[in-house]
């Protein structure tokens, strides 16, 4: 995640905060909110993948604050709840660690820029293409959406906050690359399992929890 307080600026920081804020509330406009308010299990999946992920990112690895490696998992919660309600899911992770002590307030908003916007928007990119350019097929999505669109996500994620860190000044891009950059690629193969692995078990035994799948079209007319 990033660093302490007071080594971003307070110009990228604001902008960060702009930017997050405006994608949110695009979100937020566009939530089925009478489903929410319906469905009580969809609640309860929404509350716990948050939990999941909060968990998930107290494991990391790192030196130098801010260039710490660990799973994201986004792209999961995008193909299951959608991209508007994965950002709340995300989001509401973030304000957990940030209620426990793990992350600073100040640097939220470009945290959940940097690992919950991008990884979403990236992920719902690479199934946007999938299924404009290539068949409805359960292993093409398996594959394609959750394995490569997770590794994908997760390079997109630190790729944007080691460019950030180093625009706004933070560390050289020498410091940036040897130890952040040049380690993403080994996370891009566990982070695409991980996801892949998840979704595996959603699409057999819960094909419902997907948002974004449908077995009837890839499963049942193949």
């Known amino acids: 995640m990033t660093p302490n307080d007071g080594l971003v600026s307070g110009l990228w920081l604001g902008i960060s905060a702009l930017l997050y804020l405006g994608i949110m509330a695009f979100a937020l406009w566009r939530l089925p909110w009478g489903v929410l308010k319906r469905e009580r299990g969809i609640q309860h999946l929404l509350f716990g993948a948050a939990v999941v992920l909060m968990l998930m990112w107290t494991m990391r690895a790192g030196i130098s604050p801010g260039l710490s490696i660990h799973f994201v998992g986004m792209t999961t919660l ?28 100040q640097a939220l908003p470009l945290n959940a ?10 992920s719902l990119g ?8 290539l ?13 490569l669109g997770g590794g994908v996500a997760a390079a997109a994620g630190g790729l944007s906050m080691g460019s950030l860190l180093w625009l706004a ?54």
């Open 169 to 222: 000044d933070v560390y050289p891009w020498s410091k940036i690359y040897h130890e952040y950059v040049r380690y993403l690629p080994l996370i891009m193969f566990p982070e695409g399992l991980l996801n892949g692995i998840i979704m595996t078990g959603m699409m057999v035994f819960h094909p419902d929890w997907i948002r974004t799948f449908d077995a009837r079209r890839y499963i049942d007319e193949q």
């Open 126 to 133: 690479v199934l946007r293409t999938v299924e404009a350019w």
């Open 135 to 147: 068949p409805r097929n359960f292993f093409v999505y398996l594959f394609l959406c959750a394995f």
């Open 113 to 122: 820029l940097c690992f919950v916007v991008i990884p979403a928007l990236v």
């Open 78 to 105: 995008t193909l299951m709840f959608g991209w508007d309600l994965a950002l709340c899911a995300g989001s509401a992770a973030l304000i957990g660690l940030a209620l426990i002590g793990r992350e600073s307030w």
